[in-house]
C-alpha cells in the first residue's frame, strides 16, 4: 500500500489534514452500524405455525428504537400480516450493550488493535411470535399507541435536557401512509417519550408470557 499515491484531499480551507482515529473509537462507529443493521432488518419473516400449515409472510409494522439509554441500544420491530388488523403478530428485539463493549474495547485496543478492529458488538436478538392467546392483549397495546401518535408527534424545545438516551426512534406503518422520526432529548413530547416507555415495557412483560414454539421462522434479510 505504501507504493500507491494516497488520494489528495481537495476542499475551501488553508490546511487539510488526515489523521488516524483511536481504534475504540473506529470499532465502535462499526459496531453502532452493526447494530443499527439488525435493528432494521428483516424486512419480512416467513413463518410456519405447525409442520403442516401454510406459509405466512409477516412485513415490519412498528420499530422503536433508542440509542444510548442506561448504556445500551435497544430496538423492537413489529412484524405482521396487516398492518392494521394485525392477525398474526411477531416481535423482533435487538440489543446492543454499547457501555460493556466499550470498555472492552478500550483494553483490546492496548494488546491487540487488529483484533479490537476485526471483533463485533455484543448483539442479544430475540425473534418471537406471540400465539394467539396473547394476540388480543398485544393488538390493544397496539391500538392504544396507535391513538397517541397516529395524527403525527410534535417536538417543543427542551432547553435543560438529562440525556436519558442520546437518540429516539418512532416508526408505524399504517394503511394510508407511516409516521417516521427520531429526535435526541433537546426536542421532547413527554406524552409520547412516556408513552413509548410504558409501550416498550408492556411488549417486554408479555413476551414473558410466550412459552410455545411455532414451527419455523424464514428471515428475508437484505445482504450487508
Not at 463485533?120 to 397496539?142: A, C, H, Q, V
Not at 436519558?164 to 435526541?184: K, M, S, Y
Request: net charge negative.
Amino acid at each position: 500500500m505504501s507504493s500507491i499515491n494516497p488520494p489528495k484531499n481537495m476542499g475551501n480551507a488553508n490546511k487539510i489534514f488526515e489523521n488516524i482515529a483511536v481504534p475504540s473509537k473506529l470499532a465502535m462507529i462499526k459496531y453502532e452500524h452493526i447494530f443499527d443493521y439488525y435493528a432494521e432488518e428483516p424486512e419480512a419473516f416467513i413463518i410456519r405455525i405447525d409442520e403442516y400449515s401454510e406459509s405466512i409472510v409477516l412485513s415490519r409494522i412498528c420499530r422503536i428504537r433508542y440509542w444510548g439509554k442506561l448504556g445500551k441500544c435497544c430496538s423492537w420491530s413489529i412484524y405482521s400480516d396487516s398492518r392494521q388488523e394485525l392477525n398474526n403478530v411477531l416481535v423482533r428485539k435487538v440489543i446492543w450493550n454499547m457501555d460493556q463493549d466499550k470498555t472492552v474495547l478500550k483494553k483490546l485496543v492496548r494488546d491487540d488493535r487488529e483484533k479490537a478492529l476485526s471483533t463485533g458488538p455484543s448483539l442479544d436478538i430475540y425473534n418471537m411470535y406471540i400465539p394467539e392467546l396473547l394476540t388480543l392483549r398485544f393488538i390493544k397495546l397496539i391500538k392504544d399507541f396507535d391513538t397517541k401518535i397516529e395524527n403525527g408527534i410534535i417536538l417543543k424545545e427542551n432547553p435543560h435536557p438529562i440525556w436519558p438516551w442520546r437518540d429516539l426512534e418512532v416508526l408505524r406503518l399504517f394503511d394510508w401512509g407511516q409516521i417516521h422520526l427520531t429526535w435526541a432529548p433537546n426536542k421532547s413530547n413527554e406524552i409520547i417519550e412516556d408513552c413509548l416507555l410504558d409501550f416498550t415495557l408492556a411488549i417486554d412483560n408479555l413476551l414473558k408470557d410466550v412459552h410455545d414454539n411455532i414451527y419455523s421462522m424464514e428471515l428475508l434479510m437484505e445482504k450487508r
